[in-house]
């Protein structure tokens, strides 16, 4: 199943509220949006979205990006307890998306946890050093990205919310705008009440359906449609099916009947 089949199976189960694969969620715990490369870095907080934007220049006949807006999202899983069993999703809802390039994407890379919303721009920039590298070689084999083109944004976080769970009690998500042109999108913050969440749940084990008995072997058919017949060429009675083991000559013509080449 792809990621989108994954999600829209969530969602599903949230909705109808099965019994039997209970979802947690769990919203962000903290958010922030930050400015990188634009020369006047800053930490947003507090604000009713989370800015994720490029800015892509010309200078020279080469491109020239930089960041007005990094989203930075933190969650609180000291509770949670997940197995490899278990599909978690980070879901997110843009209220504005300003991307006139389709080929635009969204990518995910995890952070250090080391920070809030009242950090400053030093701590962040510790935070985000060990994925920096991927960030600027816009390695997207290291990262989760979206492309779908609606307001709901999602990724299988799966692996990382493991991984994170055997380290400590805190994960954080950087996200990153890649576009071969200027692109913004304005998600939800916590502070609107709709901003991200975490969503695991077991993945789900479908019921089987209930074994049919099969009749038994067609050999008492078989035999049944012998004797008939032999009856009806010869003339004689068929006996009852414990008269099949004596020796009388009638029974032993109904044996040969019976042996089928």
Not at 21 to 35: E, F, G, R
Not at 92 to 110: C, E, G, H, I, Y
């Amino acid at each position: 199943m792809d990621r989108r089949g994954i999600i829209l199976l969530m969602l599903a189960i949230v909705f109808a509220g099965s019994a039997q694969c209970m979802a947690t969620n769990i919203p962000a715990s903290q958010n922030v949006y930050i400015s990188l490369g634009t020369g006047n870095e800053m930490v947003y907080n507090q604000t009713g979205v989370l800015l994720c934007g490029i800015n892509v220049t010309e200078a020279n006949n080469t491109s020239v990006s930089n960041y007005p807006g990094v989203p930075v999202i933190q969650f609180d899983i000291s509770s949670l307890n997940i197995t490899d069993n278990d599909v978690a999703i980070l879901v997110l809802k843009a209220a504005a998306v300003r991307q006139p390039d389709p080929s635009a994407m969204v990518a995910l890379l995890t952070i250090g946890s080391e920070w809030n919303e009242e950090s400053d721009m030093t701590t962040f920039l510790v935070n985000i050093l060990p994925a920096w590298s991927i960030i600027k070689k816009n390695d997207l084999t290291q990262m989760s990205s979206n492309t779908d083109g609606d307001k709901i944004f999602a990724f299988d976080v799966s692996k990382k919310l493991m991984d994170a769970k055997k380290k400590g009690n805190k994960i954080s998500f950087l996200l990153e705008a890649i576009s071969n042109s200027s692109s913004e999108i304005d998600f939800l913050s916590r502070e609107s009440g709709q901003g991200p969440y975490l969503m695991i749940m077991p993945y789900p084990t479908a019921s089987l359906p209930a074994q049919t008995l099969q009749p038994g072997p067609a050999s008492q058919n078989v035999q049944t449609f012998f004797l008939t017949e032999n009856t009806s060429q010869t003339g004689e009675t068929v006996p009852e099916a414990s008269g099949l083991k004596t020796e009388s000559k009638s029974n032993e013509k109904i044996s040969k009947k019976l042996i089928l080449p």
